[in-house]
Every structure is written in structure tokens, then in C-alpha cells.
């Protein structure tokens, strides 16, 4: 089940990417973002002024520019702009705010800040506690005031030099921070290398039998790795065109399809899912209505239950593709080249073009085939897999001992060479497709002042991955309550991270050691006692 040879071709970056197209095809239709079509000619006068702006601030190839922007035009030019100029692209999850958004700013060492006037007022909360930011660049019209860094605003940067800036990264150097959601102290920077990138690309191209007649749509965000790979990466390996919309929305999503001609989405398990159980038959193919699937050939999820797949399969005639495993740090390790066949559950074959996957114990001893165990790999080719964590060399040494890098994830190889899934060894969770960092979580949660301990874990979902509860003790003669606690998170967490269920108890149950047996908390679940935010007609914007 090995992809075909042609996937070996030489080391390359991003910026030879954007070349390439702007000598085959600079003025066919590129990327669709919101509703603004672009050209890669278009995307390269942007990015080489922004690129240049930056070099005329003081920045140098290597230093690294920020960004806090929701999936838009200006999301994808400041990522270009970055990445142009051989600085390395930070884009930040725009839920982030308070200590999610002053760690990530001050932990990148980002001397530059792109964001939207929608988000100014988070960064100006943090800005003096993140000592080497000195340029803001501010999208809209809102302004800006600090005494430790310098205002610019966004149209005004683009008015830059528009030359193609002479500096030519090399496959090894840094294009993208993605942060990791932390799972036993904050989150770390993946440092990704521009032939990851590339690589990574064309990995996912492969199991989509992706040609030039695609055109690959996506709601998901710019600061997540996929939509910069398969979106805006992928008409620049493959030719052809994408469209990345703001979010997703069932109601939408059809209409969406015709508008752009997709054939192939990139989505979510929790997206498919709803797709699957949407009731409004016009939209079945052959209704005759006009947002019937006309183009769509192919639904890419995961994760994606069995009984999903075959829903989205017989009810939309199209293909899907769901067999894939990976993390940030090393992407595909299991995969489904086109025209194989996955096993139910399974998460596609093993990678073994690109990496040697193996199943340890906790002494990394290998176990055999249908044995669960630690999912650990090593790259079989270069920089097919991160370059360590930012500015946390232990980390790095830690997760790669015995030069076997350590997933965290728990995980079988059958007889034919198939990957399953199993479990999260580390202490996260997953939830609407963002990782969640317990740790951190419990960390904002004990500077409430009124609980004496906090418990962060995961309820599994109807929507196909984790509801996030805190089970919590309170101090002694504390009257709060748990929607209390909820409101008071709502100020300080990401939405993503937002409580669904909470509950207090008198104690905690633990270890011999006083360790908190979190797995005896997920077993119980929501119990009689829970309070569930989705039932107390709370409603927050998820922004």
C-alpha cells in the first residue's frame, strides 16, 4: 500500500513553491479566501511588500512575526509575508487571550504582531509582558497605544517594495511555529522547516489522488497546520485551486460547494458528523435543488466513526477520506494512499514511505503486532518531521530518547500493517478539534481564589471527541457555584477550553502517592451532581 515513487523529488521550501507557480501559472486562479479570489501573482506583490516591510523594521531572516487573525484575506497575506521574507510565521489561535496569549507572544520571542482590530484589546493587555514585541501592526482602523512598542497600520504596510526579497531560505529552515496544546506544562513551539512543509503536502495529496482539476475547500483555521498545507500549499504542488471559508456551517455548506466547485473538503470528524445527521434532504444528489452536490467528489475527516463514513458515503455519493494519523511534530505517520481500502476504526496503514513506526511499553521495549502500546516513530527521510520544541531543548530530548520519537498516543499495528488508535497516553484532550492542555486549564482555574483543588479531564462526546469537565473542592466556607465558575471562565479561557460540565466535591479521589486519578473521573462522567453549561441556557460567543 506504498504510495507511488514520483513522491521523492528533492528537498524544497515554500518560497520555490510560490516561484514555480508564478512561472507555470501566475495569473490563473489560486486561492479563494472568504470570498476574495487571489492570483499567486496577487498573493507575491502582498507578501514581498509586507516581507520587506519587515526587513525595514530591523527583523532578519530567522526572527519571527505573529499573528492573531481569523481566517480572511489579510490571514493569509501576513503568513505569506513571513514566510517570504525567511521569518517564521506565528499564527495564534484567536481565542486565545490573558496568559493563553502573553505565553505564546512572549514564549515565540515574536518581534512583530499582525492583528485584527476585533482582537486589539487582548494583545494590548499582554503587550508590556512580552519583552522583545516592538512593532504592532494593526488590520482595521482601531489604534493602538503602548509605550514599548511601535503602531503601524495594516494598509499602510503594504505599500512597501513589492521586489521579491533576495533571500532564499533553505528545505531546513524554519517557516511556521504551531504550538502544541501542553500536556504536562504550557504549550511548546513545533518548529516546522520549510521542506516539512512541502512534504507534508504532498503526503496528504497522495491519499487524495489530488490532480490540477481539484479545487480543495476548507473552513479550518490558518493557524492550524492543515489549512496551510493542503489550502494554501496545495495548488502550488499539485496545480489546481483552493477556497478557505470562515468557518463552518451546515446550513452553508452545500451552497458553499457549488459556489467554489470543490471536489475535495478538508474538515473535521465533528464537521462530517454533523453533515451526516443533517435532516434537509434537498441537498441530496439528484434532488434537482440548487444546493445539491454537483462537484464534490471526496469529504476528508478525522476522526471519522465507521457508521459516519458509511452515512456520508450512501447518502452523498461521494468518496471519503478518514484513514490518516498523525501529530504536529511528524505528519503522516499512518495513512490512506488513493484507491486503498481502510479497515473500520482503523487510521489508515502505516507511513512506511517516509517513517518507521513501531509500538513500545513504557521501558521502550517493542511489542508485537495487536499489542497496544506508545506509538513511537523515526523519519526516513530529512526533515519530514519537526526541528525540536522552541526554546525547550529537554522536551525535545525527552520525547525523542533512544532516538525514537514519542508520540504520547496509545495505539496497535495489526497483522497487515494497519494503525489504530487507541488512546491519549498524555494528560490532554480533544475537543471541536482544538488540543486542550489540562494542565493549563487547571492552572487558570486555581487563580480563582475560592477552590482548593481542580481536576480538568474529559466526558466523552456525542459529537465524536471530548466535553472538557472540572470536578473541584472548594475552600472551606466558599458559597460558589458552579455556573459561578463557568462565568468566571469565560473571561479567562479560550472558548474551546470553556467547561461544558462542572462539579464540586468534598474531595478528590487519588493515588497512594496523591496523585489525582483522573481515569476514575472520566469513567464516571457526568454524574447526577454534574452541572451542564449546554443545559443551563448560557450562551457565549465563540470567538
Known amino acids: 500500500m506504498a504510495a507511488e515513487s514520483w513522491i521523492t523529488e528533492p528537498q524544497t521550501t515554500i518560497t520555490r513553491l510560490l516561484d514555480d507557480r508564478l512561472a507555470s501559472a501566475p495569473d490563473d486562479p489560486y486561492i479563494d479566501v472568504c470570498g476574495t479570489a487571489f492570483t499567486a501573482r496577487e498573493v507575491s506583490v502582498a507578501a514581498y511588500a509586507l516581507a520587506n516591510t519587515y526587513a525595514s523594521l530591523g527583523l532578519v531572516p530567522g526572527d519571527r512575526v505573529a499573528s492573531v487573525i481569523e481566517n480572511s484575506p489579510e490571514a493569509l497575506l501576513a503568513w505569506w509575508g513571513a514566510v517570504s521574507g525567511g521569518f517564521v510565521a506565528v499564527p495564534i489561535n484567536t481565542a486565545y487571550k490573558a496568559d493563553y496569549l502573553r505565553h505564546q507572544l512572549a514564549d515565540s520571542g515574536a518581534r512583530v504582531l499582525v492583528v485584527h482590530q476585533d482582537f486589539l484589546d487582548r494583545a494590548l493587555a499582554v503587550i508590556d509582558d512580552v519583552p522583545m514585541l516592538e512593532h504592532v501592526i494593526v488590520i482595521g482602523d482601531a489604534a493602538g497605544s503602548a509605550e514599548t512598542v511601535t503602531f503601524h497600520a495594516w494598509d499602510d504596510v503594504l505599500t512597501g517594495n513589492s521586489t521579491r526579497p533576495s533571500h532564499e531560505p533553505k528545505p531546513s529552515d524554519l517557516g511556521t511555529f504551531v504550538y502544541t496544546g501542553g500536556t504536562t506544562g504550557p504549550s511548546k513551539g513545533c518548529m516546522l522547516s520549510h521542506h516539512y512543509h512541502s512534504a507534508l503536502t504532498r503526503q496528504i495529496g497522495v491519499c487524495w489522488g489530488r490532480t490540477e482539476h481539484d479545487v480543495v475547500w476548507t473552513p479550518l483555521p490558518m493557524y492550524h497546520f492543515n489549512a496551510l498545507v493542503t489550502a494554501v500549499l496545495g495548488p502550488l504542488v499539485f496545480g489546481g485551486r483552493s477556497a478557505i471559508s470562515r468557518r463552518?456551517?451546515?446550513?452553508?455548506?452545500?451552497?458553499?460547494?457549488?459556489?467554489?466547485?470543490?471536489?475535495?473538503?478538508?474538515?473535521?470528524?465533528?464537521?462530517?458528523?454533523?453533515?451526516?445527521?443533517?435532516?434537509?434532504?434537498?441537498?441530496?444528489?439528484?434532488?434537482?435543488?440548487?444546493?445539491?452536490?454537483?462537484?464534490?467528489?471526496?469529504?476528508?475527516?478525522?476522526?471519522?466513526?465507521?457508521?459516519?463514513?458509511?452515512?456520508?458515503?450512501?447518502?452523498?455519493?461521494?468518496?471519503?477520506?478518514?484513514?490518516?494519523?498523525?501529530?504536529?511534530?511528524?505528519?503522516?505517520?499512518?495513512?490512506?494512499?488513493?484507491?486503498?481500502?481502510?479497515?473500520?476504526?482503523?487510521?489508515?496503514?502505516?507511513?512506511?514511505?517516509?517513517?518507521?513506526?513501531?509500538?513500545?511499553?513504557?521501558?521502550?521495549?517493542?511489542?508485537?503486532?495487536?499489542?497496544?502500546?506508545?506509538?513511537?516513530?523515526?523519519?526516513?527521510?530529512?526533515?519530514?518531521?519537526?526541528?525540536?520544541?522552541?526554546?525547550?531543548?529537554?522536551?525535545?530530548?525527552?520525547?525523542?530518547?533512544?532516538?525514537?520519537?514519542?508520540?504520547?498516543?496509545?495505539?496497535?499495528?495489526?497483522?497487515?500493517?494497519?494503525?489504530?488508535?487507541?488512546?491519549?497516553?498524555?494528560?490532554?484532550?480533544?475537543?471541536?478539534?482544538?488540543?486542550?492542555?489540562?494542565?493549563?486549564?487547571?492552572?487558570?482555574?486555581?487563580?480563582?481564589?475560592?477552590?482548593?483543588?481542580?481536576?480538568?479531564?474529559?466526558?466523552?462526546?456525542?459529537?465524536?471527541?471530548?466535553?472538557?469537565?472540572?470536578?473541584?473542592?472548594?475552600?472551606?466556607?466558599?458559597?460558589?457555584?458552579?455556573?459561578?465558575?463557568?462565568?468566571?471562565?469565560?473571561?479567562?479561557?479560550?472558548?474551546?477550553?470553556?467547561?461544558?460540565?462542572?462539579?464540586?466535591?468534598?474531595?478528590?479521589?487519588?493515588?497512594?502517592?496523591?496523585?489525582?486519578?483522573?481515569?476514575?473521573?472520566?469513567?464516571?462522567?457526568?454524574?447526577?451532581?454534574?452541572?451542564?453549561?449546554?443545559?443551563?441556557?448560557?450562551?457565549?460567543?465563540?470567538?
Not at 451526516?276 to 434537498?282: C, G, I, R
Not at 517513517?355 to 523515526?378: A, C, H, P, Y
Not at 523519519?379 to 525540536?388: I, L, S, T
Not at 530530548?397 to 494503525?419: A, C, K, M, P
Open 248 to 543: 463552518f456551517s451546515v446550513s452553508s455548506f452545500w451552497p458553499e460547494m457549488n459556489r467554489v466547485g470543490a471536489t475535495v473538503t478538508s474538515t473535521l470528524g465533528t464537521m462530517a458528523y454533523l453533515l451526516a445527521h443533517d435532516v434537509d434532504n434537498a441537498r441530496m444528489p439528484g434532488s434537482g435543488q440548487p444546493e445539491a452536490n454537483t462537484t464534490l467528489r471526496l469529504i476528508g475527516a478525522a476522526p471519522l466513526p465507521e457508521e459516519i463514513d458509511s452515512i456520508l458515503r450512501s447518502r452523498f455519493g461521494v468518496d471519503t477520506f478518514s484513514g490518516a494519523y498523525g501529530v504536529t511534530e511528524a505528519s503522516l505517520i499512518s495513512w490512506q494512499p488513493a484507491g486503498n481500502r481502510n479497515k473500520p476504526n482503523a487510521a489508515g496503514v502505516i507511513n512506511d514511505e517516509y517513517f518507521d513506526v513501531r509500538i513500545f511499553d513504557d521501558d521502550d521495549n517493542e511489542l508485537g503486532r495487536n499489542t497496544d502500546g506508545e506509538i513511537v516513530i523515526r523519519p526516513k527521510r530529512a526533515h519530514v518531521m519537526f526541528e525540536g520544541y522552541w526554546g525547550r531543548p529537554e522536551a525535545t530530548v525527552e520525547t525523542s530518547r533512544n532516538w525514537w520519537y514519542h508520540t504520547g498516543d496509545i495505539g496497535r499495528i495489526d497483522d497487515d500493517d494497519f494503525l489504530f488508535f487507541v488512546d491519549r497516553k498524555a494528560d490532554y484532550l480533544r475537543r471541536r478539534g482544538e488540543n486542550i492542555s489540562s494542565y493549563e486549564v487547571e492552572r487558570i482555574l486555581m487563580g480563582h481564589g475560592q477552590l482548593a483543588d481542580a481536576a480538568v479531564h474529559a466526558v466523552p462526546s456525542a459529537l465524536t471527541e471530548d466535553d472538557l469537565k472540572v470536578t473541584a473542592t472548594r475552600i472551606e466556607g466558599s458559597t460558589l457555584t458552579e455556573q459561578d465558575l463557568y462565568l468566571w471562565c469565560v473571561d479567562r479561557l479560550p472558548y474551546f477550553a470553556l467547561p461544558r460540565y462542572v462539579e464540586f466535591r468534598a474531595e478528590l479521589p487519588r493515588s497512594p502517592v496523591g496523585r489525582v486519578l483522573k481515569r476514575e473521573l472520566r469513567a464516571e462522567g457526568a454524574t447526577a451532581q454534574t452541572w451542564d453549561a449546554d443545559a443551563s441556557g448560557i450562551v457565549i460567543e465563540k470567538r
